[in-house]
């Protein structure tokens, strides 16, 4: 980690560590307590202590591939088996999309085949009108490289060159892209609304998605809007607002890929607001139409202070 990735990481411990402090917990006996020198984590709700350097991640929101940058902490367990698993999707997504209108600025995995030698490599489109190509072949390949090269030398005549490209390379799943998007919106949500909004039974089903990927517990019905010209006029953040007539959190992202002409992909997704008593949100949003009208209501702000009856277990990392 670079030294100010390190400067960051110290100074969000610091920040969560009081917030954390800040909270009053009411347990089931009825005692009060607080948590010091510890922050709890946006994901598993597990307190973590502050001293636990090696357990606790910078988290880019939204992933750094898709124009993210640090913006909290969570724990290294949630980051890996969370983030680890469905990050790369939403990328490749965005990857595949921006294939489609300039697919000169890819670079594929290839196989050249060359008098019956083949070799691994990589073919890019340099025009397509003019139907250029720029092909590179992979030195590391050890067996066929002296070979091909050779062959390449003394008895290629300029035509005779079989290219096989791969499409595959740029894996593609699509339910983990969308739960990408779901974790950045969770976590943008928290960071604007504290943890008064996450302490709270009815975004237990979101958590449980996030960590189980392969399950399908919300249905996808809390991406609402995706992308490239949805609410142009308004500016990335978390707002209170209405999906046709259900009140709700709604959580504006834009996305983008680091590479020159990349167009900007917006989401819009839907949490539970605070005072929702049961998580019927997504079972109502899964029985509308794919076209739903989103209406702002105003901008979200950080929830105030107050007690919390505990109803989980909070326990550190071992």
């Not at 990481?9 to 009053?24: G, M, N, P, V």
């Not at 502050?50 to 124009?67: A, Q, R, Y």
Request: proline fraction near 5%; include cysteine.
């Amino acid at each position: 980690m670079s030294g100010n990735g390190q400067r960051k990481k110290a100074f969000l411990i610091e920040k969560y560590c009081k917030k954390t402090s800040e909270i009053h917990f009411v347990s089931s006996e009825g005692r009060d307590f607080q948590i010091m020198d510890a922050f709890i984590c946006p994901l598993c709700l597990n307190a973590i202590k502050k001293n636990d350097i090696d357990i606790i991640t910078l988290e880019d929101v939204p992933p750094k591939s898709v124009g993210g940058s640090p913006k909290l902490i969570t724990c290294k367990p949630c980051n890996n088996v969370v983030g680890g698993k469905i990050e790369s999707f939403l990328h490749n997504e965005l990857l595949l999309a921006h294939l489609l209108k300039n697919p000169e600025d890819i670079p594929f995995k290839s196989e050249y085949t060359l008098n019956g030698v083949k070799i691994q490599g990589r073919f890019k489109i340099k025009s397509i009108e003019n139907h250029e190509i720029q092909c590179s072949i992979d030195s590391n390949d050890i067996n066929n490289y002296p070979v091909f090269t050779q062959e390449m030398d003394h008895n290629w005549d300029g035509s005779n060159l079989e290219i096989k490209y791969d499409l595959t390379s740029v894996k593609r799943n699509d339910e983990y892209a969308n739960l990408s998007i779901l974790k950045s919106a969770y976590l943008l949500a928290f960071a604007k609304l504290g943890y008064m909004y996450i302490l709270n039974d009815n975004l237990d089903p979101i958590r449980d998605q996030l960590h189980n990927p392969d399950k399908n517990i919300l249905r996808n019905s809390f991406l609402v809007a995706m992308g490239v010209e949805i609410l142009q006029d308004l500016e990335d953040g978390v707002y209170y607002g209405f999906v046709e007539n259900i009140y709700c959190v709604l959580v504006v992202m834009t996305f983008k890929l680091k590479k020159k002409n990349a167009l900007k992909h917006r989401a819009v997704v839907a949490l539970p607001t605070p005072e929702a008593k049961e998580s019927s949100l997504y079972s109502q949003l899964s029985r509308m139409p794919n076209n739903k009208k989103i209406s702002i209501k105003k901008e979200a702000e950080e929830l105030p202070l107050e007690p919390i009856h505990e109803k989980f277990e909070l326990k550190s990392i071992e």
